[in-house]
Structure formats: C-alpha cells, structure tokens
C-alpha cells in the first residue's frame, strides 16, 4: 500500500488514552468547543481507570480536620523529597475542586449521615504536618475509578466527542521541524489504518505494570506511549521507581485496596503478630506503601511468612462489623469469594507485594506540556505534545506515590492540560503538513510483523513472559548493584531476541497477535528504561531500596532521572524544591 492512499483525518486535538486522564481533558476540550478526537485500543470505559479501588484525595475536612497544606507535606514526604514541591502544591490546591466537578459530573461518592462526602484514611495520611492519622480519601465504595470513568465517558458523549474505539495507536507523526502532529492508529477489527493529523496531541495512555509477573494492572497497561515518547526521542523521567502495593492477592495480583487498611483492617505474620507496630510505630498499617512493601518482604525472607511455603503474610477484615464490609468493602469482599473462595467476613486474606504504579513517565510541567532538556536549559517545553495521567511525571509522587493521589493526579492534570490546549489552539489556528518520512517509519513499524511465513522467528509470548520474570527477579522491591547489572543485561539480550521475533499465527487473530508484538516493543523500551536507571542510582529513596546503598543521599541524589532511548543515555534535572506560594519542605528523615 502506498502511504498517500492512507485515509487522513483532522482535529484540533488528539487525545491517545480513554482513561480518567484522558478523558478529563476530553470533557474540557469538547467544552470549549475544540474538535476532539479519543483513542483508545479498549472501549473506554475498559481503561484500567475503572477498576481503581479505594478513591481519591483531596483536604475536604468532613470527618477529620484536614487542609490542602497538610496534603502538600504529606505528599511531599511520601515522595520521598523527590516530587517537584510547585505541581504537589498545584494538585492538592486544586483537589476538592476536582472532587466536586466529578460529584457534579454525576460520581456518587459514598456519603456521611449528615450527607457530607465520607473520606477514609489512607496511607501516609497526616494532621498538622506529620501528626494525627487523617482521613482524605473521598470513595465511591471501593469502585471509585468506575464510577469516575462511566461518569466521564457520558458525560463526553453529552459533549459530542469524537471517539476511535478499539483503534490501536503505534507512532507520533511529525513535522519537519519535529514538532509532533498526531498520530499514526489502526482499527483493531478491520486493520484499517488511518493518520490522525492534529494541532495538539495528547499522550494519556496509563502506566506500564505488566512489565512484572504479578501486578494488579490489566494485560493492556504496556506504557505505549512511553515508547511512543521514547521513539520520538523524549527522554522518561524517574523510571526507577516503581510502586509494589502492599497488597496484592498472594500468587495471583488481584488488589485489595488500602482502604481496607483505611477501614481498620491489619497485617499479621505465621505467629498472628501485627508486625507493623515494628515497623511504623504510630501509623502502623498506614506507613506509605513502599514502607509497608519492604515489611512484609522483610517478613518473608526472615521466615515469618504464612502458608506451607511461608510466602506471604495475612490481611486480617474477620473483626470489622459486617456493615463496614458490606457498604465501604463490597468489591473486595466478593473478589476473594469469588477468586479465592474466602470471605473476609470469617478468614483473613493472603496478600504480598504486587507491582502496581509507574511513578516515571513522561516528563511534564504543571500545564501537561511534555519538557526536554535543551542545550544548558533543564526543561523547554515540546511544541504541541501533552501527557497526562500514569503515562506522565509532572512530578507529583516523586520516588513513592501516597494511595488515592492518582485518580487526583489524573483529574487534575488532564484538566489542566486541557486548559493549556485550549490557549495554544487559540494562538496556533491552521494545521502544519505532516513529514512523510515519519508516516513511513510508522507504517513499516506496523507491517514489519506482516511476515508470518517466518518460523524461525521466537514466539512474542515467550519473550514477554521471559521479560516479567527478569523484571520481577532483577527489579523488584529490594535491589542490588550486581542484580541491577545483570537485570541490564538480560533485558538488553530480551531486546535483540526480539528484533528476531515473528508471528505465525495467521488465522483471524492476526491483528491482537500484532497488537501483543507492538505492545512488546513498548514495554521492552520501558523496561530497558527502568533497569539502566535504576542501576545508575546509587542510593535508597521511596521505591527504590538498594541493599548496598541503604541510605538516602540528598547531597548527590536531590535530582530526576531523565533516561534517553538513543544510547541509551542518562541525564539529570534538579528536583524543584521551591513551591508556588508557601515555604519549601526541606528533606527530612521519613519515618511514619
Ligand atoms: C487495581 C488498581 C486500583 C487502583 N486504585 C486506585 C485508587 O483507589 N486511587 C488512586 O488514586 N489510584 C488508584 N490506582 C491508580 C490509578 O487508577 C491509575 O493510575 C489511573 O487510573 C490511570 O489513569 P490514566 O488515565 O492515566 O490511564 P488508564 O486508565 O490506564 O487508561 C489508559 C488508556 O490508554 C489507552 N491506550 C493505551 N495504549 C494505547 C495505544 N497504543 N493505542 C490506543 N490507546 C491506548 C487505553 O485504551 C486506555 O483507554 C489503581 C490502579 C490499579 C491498577
């Protein structure tokens, strides 16, 4: 097929990704009378937004007092001093506003008896800077992410967006200069190819959890539009770090949320021991997550695990009142009756540490531009190109995220991306013709796996399952320089396999088969990304604990990884310490 016969379409913006992310920007563009076009290779409401649990922060005060302030050096300290001080107080200003847009928007969150919005304790969750256990968590049950999503994805519809469903996005499109013009997408039923050519584009398409063998994400969470930045020559930003919740179903992944910790649920080893206490001494179970992560780890390997092979440790619910279960807890208390034949209401659940959040991305400033370094500047912003969501680093969770700051980060950012497209559309009226030379690399990108005659090539699927298992074994919750070194090799050896992969499936199937490969390509350049930043940093902060480098090293470390697919290259930005109106939060031990 020649590239001119190639059916085009125009829109002001493209948005790639029909999560909460992207749609939140969606909504606002169609608002203001923008033409909008959403990508999404699963119908929407699919997105992996939908099953996210426990709910979303914001400082409302309707059970404990609270203050955006007190969110700010909360999320500060939970990033372990790494997250840009500016963004942190950019979101946790903005968050009750974002919270009741979506309870306009038509979210039922959960209610007080005096018909406030509930809010539940979350993890890393304080009063008056480090204090009392706040409660900030404002949910919809434990399925806030479906009731976000639906009410978004109807409310788009309301506003005449126009959505590509199941269409599947594999490359930027450029201009000559290389500002970035669109999208090359392809419908996933009929392989009907398409250029989307776009005054702006957003990347919102969520993170990169099945890069790991056990992870609560869905099989779609690939970090495409990692490896589209990556391709298209953006750097990531702080891709070493790497959220395991604390509670994955054991063996399986499937998440129970921290809510049910936020509801007064509990850990104990094999001798019935809350062992947090150890840990965390004041807030025990509601440490952040990486703190509690490392615990059970420590447990396990210390021989305190329970089960026949001392694997896992157990999440005890059997003493909250059945009520408690059975309005805040309902998901969670039927995902173990249905998957693992127990109810919590009589046993506790097995849990371990499961891969769960891509703390990198995409590096962004507060208005979702995606910045590069160039020449002696840390970050000029890229003309025209947006990130929002999981997919990006504005940096709001830095080293570790705090749970519910998420779907916060997502509404707030997809909105204020938004705002900015919004003024640049105003400012830049006329489309710019596309370079074709990039509409061909996309093209072969594609059809390179159109050869199913060669069987000589390695299966995808065994490749992607090699990839996880070195992932979980060399970049996990405990890191060292020598497992980290050979963590590099191996996927550097996982990459060149690959170049040599092929599909010979040519039944009907072709085009998920092709999908699976594309997929592949992506997370292979994210994981590349992760490991070769992770081995490059040699101290201990949030996610990232190196065993050889125990501590936080603020003097050498108080900066962003900025990893680059050519060369495989790394640069560094400083962190932003200072924040917008307040005093800055200087780096203090993080103890909870
Ligand atoms: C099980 C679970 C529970 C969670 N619970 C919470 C919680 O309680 N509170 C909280 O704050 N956070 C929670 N999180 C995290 C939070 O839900 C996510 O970080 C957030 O929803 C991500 O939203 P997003 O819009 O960035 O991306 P997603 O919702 O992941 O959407 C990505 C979109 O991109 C599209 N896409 C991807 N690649 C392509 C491509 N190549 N072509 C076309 N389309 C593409 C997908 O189709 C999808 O529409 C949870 C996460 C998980 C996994």
Not at 286 to 304: F, M
Not at 525 to 531: E, I, M, N, P, R
Request: proline letters at 4%; a negative charge.
């Amino acid at each position: 097929m020649n590239i001119e016969d190639i059916p085009r379409r125009r829109f002001d913006a493209l948005i790639i990704g029909a999560g909460g992310g992207g749609l939140r920007a969606a909504l606002q563009l169609a608002e203001a009378d923008a033409s909008v076009a959403v990508v999404s290779k699963v119908f929407p409401t699919r997105s992996h937004t939908v099953a996210a649990q426990g709910g979303m922060n914001a400082a409302l005060a309707n059970v404990l007092p609270d203050n955006w302030h007190w969110h700010m050096f909360d999320t500060v300290k939970g990033s372990d001093y790494l997250g840009d001080q500016d963004a942190i107080e950019y979101m946790c200003r903005a968050a009750p506003k974002a919270v009741y847009e979506m309870e306009h928007f038509g979210v039922p969150f959960s209610r007080l008896d005096n018909g406030k919005i509930y809010q539940r304790p979350f993890g890393g969750q304080s009063q008056n800077f480090g204090g009392e256990q706040a409660a900030r968590t404002c949910a919809a049950a434990d399925r806030t992410g479906h009731a976000i999503l639906h009410s978004l994805y109807q409310q788009n519809i309301r506003a005449k967006t126009h959505f590509f469903d199941e269409y599947f996005a594999v490359d930027l499109l450029k201009d000559e200069q290389g500002n970035v013009l669109g999208a090359y997408v392809f419908d996933i039923h009929s392989g009907e190819e398409i250029i989307i050519e776009a005054k702006t584009t957003l990347i919102a398409t969520g993170g990169a959890g099945q890069l790991f063998r056990t992870t609560t994400n869905a099989l779609i969470n690939t970090g495409d539009g990692m490896g589209m930045a990556l391709r298209a020559g953006v750097p990531l930003q702080d891709m070493e770090f790497f959220q395991f919740h604390p509670t994955g179903i054991a063996g399986r992944g499937m998440l129970i949320t921290e809510g049910a910790r936020g509801e007064g649920g509990y850990l104990v080893n094999a001798q019935g021991e809350r062992f947090m206490e150890r840990y965390a001494p004041t807030a025990k179970d509601l440490a952040s997550r990486d703190v509690v992560s490392r615990s059970i780890y420590t447990e396990v390997k210390e021989g305190r695990g329970c089960g026949p092979d001392k694997d896992h440790v157990m999440l005890k619910l059997d003493h909250l009142p059945e009520d408690v279960l059975q309005s805040r807890l309902p998901g969670i208390r039927q995902t173990c009756i249905t998957f693992l034949g127990i109810d919590p209401a009589d046993k506790p659940i097995p849990v371990y540490p499961t891969a769960h959040y891509t703390m990198g991305g995409i590096p962004t400033n507060r208005q979702g531009q995606v910045v590069v370094p160039v020449k002696d500047t840390p970050e000029e912003p890229v003309t025209g190109l947006y990130a929002a969501g999981e997919c990006a680093c504005v940096s709001v969770h830095g080293a570790n995220r705090l749970g519910g700051n998420s779907l916060l980060d997502i509404l707030v950012f997809g909105r204020s991306a938004a705002n900015h497209i919004i003024q640049y559309l105003k400012e830049n009226r006329f489309h710019k013709a596309l370079d074709e030379n990039t509409i061909q690399k996309a093209y072969d990108r594609l059809h390179r796996w159109d050869d199913t005659s060669n069987s000589n090539g390695e299966s995808v699927d065994d490749i992607r399952r090699d990839l996880q298992k070195v992932m979980e074994d060399n970049c996990g919750v405990f890191r060292t320089q020598d497992v980290l070194d050979n963590g590099m090799e191996e996927v550097s050896k996982l990459a060149q396999r690959l170049k040599n992969a092929s599909i010979t499936d040519q039944s009907e199937l072709f085009n998920t088969a092709r999908i699976e490969a594309l997929e592949l390509e992506n997370l292979m350049d994210v994981a590349l990304a992760t490991v070769y930043s992770a081995a490059a940093r040699t101290e201990s902060r949030g996610a990232h604990s190196r065993i050889d480098y125990a501590e936080r090293d603020d003097k050498s470390w108080m900066k962003h990884t900025l990893y680059s697919s050519e060369d495989r290259k790394l640069d560094y930005k400083p962190v932003r310490t200072k924040p917008m109106s307040v005093v800055s939060f200087p780096p203090k031990p993080r103890v909870y």
